[in-house]
């Protein structure tokens, strides 16, 4: 039984705190110069507005019904076969294997943010050299902010619902916020700001095949932190009688607009300072901070500021990815929250130092299997089978097994006239779109 609960504010900021991370800042930047720009930022939208939004409905409704860890609130809702729908609330580790490179990446930030402070690299060529370095063979550099993030995290997630989770994201979410606005209105100052909209508004749809399509269905789940508990798991603890409509509505919201805000401004910077639209998950490490250097001194300011911004949403995720398989521990086994925190954070921090190491040479290739390091598996796994699994099992649960009339107590009044809409996208729209995602993840189709 839970007794802490959210403010109303406080659940706001503490779920789009969630889905506000490296996907937004990090990830949907590169991946949508990957495949191009505008078109593949429409699909985005499109699988955000018609899947995310109604999963995100289902989500937060199955912990505010639930009220309790995500398996026992599964056990509880379902009307029969318990034992066997209580499955479904092992979504949450999927959380836990995200935080094993999670922990490594905001590391890495926290390593950017001290050395930006003094030092810029000169060219992509010096980034991306420093970058792999770092990555290749910097062992201690990668461990020592990899464990500060594991305190870090642990701490506030010990201090719990209110005085951990609902505070650092009071805080942290606000000045994120406030960061990326003053950054983005100095962007917008910029000759090449037009540009930066028209790759990202321009729909070219020849860029558009099928593999576009999973990685934008793919990263609409992951940036909306759906199908691993995180939502489910806030929403317990959300006070009675609150609109999960307008909730929803507020981390959809939110989530979507930092990501766009996020995306102009780095894109606008790179065509200003650097070499355009960067490719690959270095955009941020590597094009980036060359893109600052050129900026001369406020370069610096404005490179610490990002860090700092970066590593602000991602400590915010963290925090939730991890507070599933917590609660999960105090429920179930009655675990106090100290020692809960504790164990899974010793989880995530020793495999995250496997994963670090997955990475350095001389134990790369013990550590890699079928061409892929132990690293990239873990998030392979989690984005290819655990989180569609995760929003395939929530959708069947709620558009089939939870009685209809349990699902319209709370949410018909809610709706409104959308309800029958939203219910059958949950149960029709939404299971289709994720076997397909895992089929292709998977290699089904190529
Ligand atoms: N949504 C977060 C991001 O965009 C990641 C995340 C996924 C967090 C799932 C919690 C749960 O980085």
Do not use: C
């Amino acid at each position: 039984m839970k007794l802490a609960r959210f403010s109303r504010i406080g659940f706001i900021l503490a779920a789009a705190g969630s889905a506000v991370g490296l996907g937004n800042i990090w990830k949907f930047p590169y991946i949508t110069g990957e495949y191009g720009g505008g078109a593949f930022v429409l699909i985005y939208l499109l699988t955000v507005l018609f899947i995310g939004f109604s999963i995100m409905i289902a989500e937060m409704l199955i912990g505010y019904m639930g009220r309790s860890d995500t398996v026992t609130s599964f056990e509880k809702l379902a009307p029969k076969h318990k034992e066997l729908w209580k499955f479904g609330g092992f979504q949450g580790l999927a959380g836990l294997f995200i935080m094993i490179f999670y922990s490594v990446v905001i590391g890495w930030i926290f390593h950017y943010i001290v050395t930006s402070l003094f030092y810029l690299p000169s060219s992509v060529a010096e980034a991306e050299l420093r970058f792999s370095t770092m990555l290749h063979s910097d062992f201690f550099t990668q461990l020592f902010y990899h464990t500060l993030a594991f305190i870090g995290i642990t701490y506030v997630l010990h201090r719990g619902i209110k005085g951990g989770i609902e505070k650092l994201n009071m805080i942290l979410m606000p000045s994120l916020m406030l960061i990326l606005l003053g950054m983005f209105a100095y962007a917008v100052s910029l000759d090449s700001f037009s540009r930066s909209v028209s790759f990202m508004f321009s729909a070219d749809f020849s860029k558009i095949d099928s593999e576009a399509f999973v990685a934008a269905v793919g990263h609409a789940f992951f940036t909306l932190s759906l199908g691993m508990g995180a939502i489910m798991t806030y929403s317990a603890s959300m006070q009675k009688n609150e609109n999960l409509v307008t909730n929803a509505f507020w981390v959809v919201f939110l989530d979507t607009s930092i990501a766009i805000v996020a995306g102009l401004m780095l894109f606008t910077f790179l065509y200003q300072y650097g070499s355009g639209p960067a490719k690959g998950p270095g955009l941020v490490f590597i094009s980036l901070p060359a893109a600052f250097y050129e900026m001369g001194i406020i370069g610096n300011f404005f490179a610490v500021l990002f860090f700092l911004a970066l590593a602000f949403a991602g400590l915010t995720s963290a925090v939730s990815l991890t507070e599933p398989m917590v609660q999960y521990f105090i429920d179930r086994f009655h675990f106090s929250r100290l020692k809960a925190s504790l164990a899974m954070g010793l989880f995530f921090y020793l495999f995250g130092i496997v994963a670090l190491l997955s990475n350095i040479e001389g134990f790369q290739e013990t550590l890699t299997w079928g061409g892929k390091s132990f690293f990239d598996w873990v998030d392979h796994v989690t984005a290819a089978i655990m989180l569609p699994l995760g929003g395939l099992v929530m959708a069947l649960f709620i558009g089939f097994r939870v009685e209809k009339s349990r699902v319209e107590a709370v949410l018909k009044h809610q709706l409104g006239f959308a309800f029958e809409a939203w219910y059958f996208s949950l149960r029709y729209i939404t299971p289709i779109a994720m076997v397909f995602v895992m089929l292709n993840l998977l290699g089904v189709f190529n």
